[in-house]
C-alpha cells in the first residue's frame, strides 16, 4: 500500500478527530496560545521530552497550554497535522516524509535522535536468523522506521522477508509484546520497555537496530501556519521541549520518576528504560546537514520513492540554531 493509500485510510478517522477539535477555541480561556501535540502510540521515551516540560512547568513558563494527545497512530497524527487539528506531531519519520513528497507542507524543526531503538525478539527456540524461515514476525505498518528496519536487518542476514516468513502488522510496540507473549507470533520488533519485557520473560534477542543510521523516532513536525504565521508560538514551543530535552538527558532521577508515571511502569524498570535510551537522545534537538542528508535518504527508501527531496525541504532548524546561540 503507498503513502497516499496509507494516508488516505485515515481519512475518516481524521475527519471525527478534525469536528471533535473544531468547537476548541485557538487560545485557551486565559488567553494562552494552544500548542497540541499527537504522539502515536503510548507514551514511550521519545515522548519524555513533551512529559518532562509539561510536568516541569517549562510550557506554562513560556506562556502556552499545551497538550498531548498520545495513541494517535503515525498516518492520523500526520493526517491531523495537514489538516490543522494539531499543532505539531512527534511523528518524524517516513509518513511525515510521503506527507512532504505529496505537497504537504510540513518540516521537521526538531528532532530527539540520532539512531533507532528497536530491538528484534523471538520466541526461546529461535536462536538465528535461519531459524526465522516460516515464521511470524510481528511489525508494526508496513513502510513505517521499525518496519524498514526490520527488512534491512533481514536481508543483512540472508532472510527473504518477502519468501521466508510472513510480517504480520499489528501496531505499536505494546501491542507486540503482547502477541509475543502470548505465542502469538514467534518473534517481533520492540522497542523500550517492551524489550525489557521480552528479555525478563527469556525470549532472544536477535538483533538491535541501533547501528542503522537514518532513521528517526521522535521530535517535533509541526506545519507552515505555526513556522510562517506563529512563529512566536513556535519559538517558545521549542524552547521548552529543548528544555524538556536537556533534562532528560541530564537528569537520571527526575527523568526516570517522570517515565514511571506516564509510561505505567515501576520505578526500577523506568530505571533500566532510561538507561537503555539516553545513549541516542541528542542534546541540542538537530543533527549535521550530512546526517540530514542520510535521514532523507534512508526515509526515502523507506516509503519505497524513487524521488528526491532536499534537506531544506524537510528539515528547518533554524529555530533551533537561534537557541543554541542564546545558551
Not at 526461546?124 to 521499525?146: D, E
Not at 543510521?213 to 512566536?232: F, M, P, S, Y
Not at 508515571?261 to 528504560?273: S, V
Request: aromatic share 8%; with cysteine; net charge positive.
Amino acid at each position: 500500500m503507498s503513502v497516499k493509500d496509507r494516508l488516505g485510510c485515515a481519512g475518516i478517522f481524521v475527519l471525527v478527530l478534525a469536528l471533535s477539535f473544531a468547537g476548541s477555541p485557538v487560545l485557551a480561556q486565559d488567553s494562552r496560545p494552544v500548542v497540541r501535540v499527537s504522539s502515536p502510540g503510548s507514551d514511550t521515551a521519545y515522548s519524555m521530552p513533551f512529559r518532562v516540560a509539561q510536568e516541569l512547568g517549562f510550557y506554562s513558563g513560556e506562556g502556552l497550554d499545551v497538550r498531548i494527545l498520545p495513541g494517535v497512530r503515525t498516518a492520523p497524527s500526520v493526517q491531523m497535522l495537514v489538516a490543522g487539528t494539531v499543532e505539531a506531531t512527534q511523528t518524524v519519520g517516513p509518513t511525515t516524509m510521503g506527507a512532504i513528497l505529496q505537497g504537504a507542507p510540513l518540516k521537521v524543526v526538531m528532532i530527539f535522535n540520532d539512531k533507532p531503538s528497536y530491538w528484534l525478539y523471538s520466541k526461546k527456540n529461535i536462536r538465528g536468523f535461519a531459524m526465522l524461515k516460516g515464521s511470524k514476525v510481528a511489525s508494526s505498518t508496513p513502510g513505517s522506521t521499525n518496519d524498514r528496519l526490520l527488512k534491512i536487518i533481514l536481508e543483512k542476514n540472508g532472510v527473504d522477508w518477502k519468501r521466508d516468513l510472513t510480517i504480520i502488522y499489528i501496531g505499536t510496540s505494546d501491542v507486540r509484546i503482547r502477541a509475543l507473549l502470548s505465542g502469538s507470533v514467534d518473534a517481533a520488533v520492540l522497542t523500550l520497555p517492551g524489550n525489557l519485557a521480552a528479555e525478563d520473560a527469556g525470549f532472544h534477542e536477535l538483533a538491535s537496530f541501533e547501528s542503522e543510521v537514518g532513521a528517526l523516532t521522535g521530535g517535533v513536525a509541526t506545519n507552515e501556519t505555526l513556522i510562517t504565521h506563529k512563529r512566536d508560538t513556535l519559538v517558545r514551543f521549542l524552547r521548552a521541549t529543548l528544555k524538556g530535552l536537556k533534562f532528560f538527558k541530564d537528569s537520571r532521577d527526575g527523568s526516570a520518576k517522570i517515565m514511571s508515571k506516564y509510561m505505567h511502569i515501576t520505578p526500577a524498570a523506568a530505571l533500566r528504560t532510561y538507561d537503555k535510551s539516553v545513549p541516542v537522545f541528542v542534546s541540542n534537538g538537530m543533527f549535521s546537514e550530512e546526517f540530514q542528508d542520510k535521514v532523507v535518504d534512508f526515509q526515502l527508501k523507506a516509503i519505497g520513492s524513487d524521488k528526491k527531496l532536499r534537506r531544506d525541504q524537510v528539515f528547518d532548524f533554524s529555530i533551533m540554531k537561534a537557541l543554541a546561540k542564546q545558551g
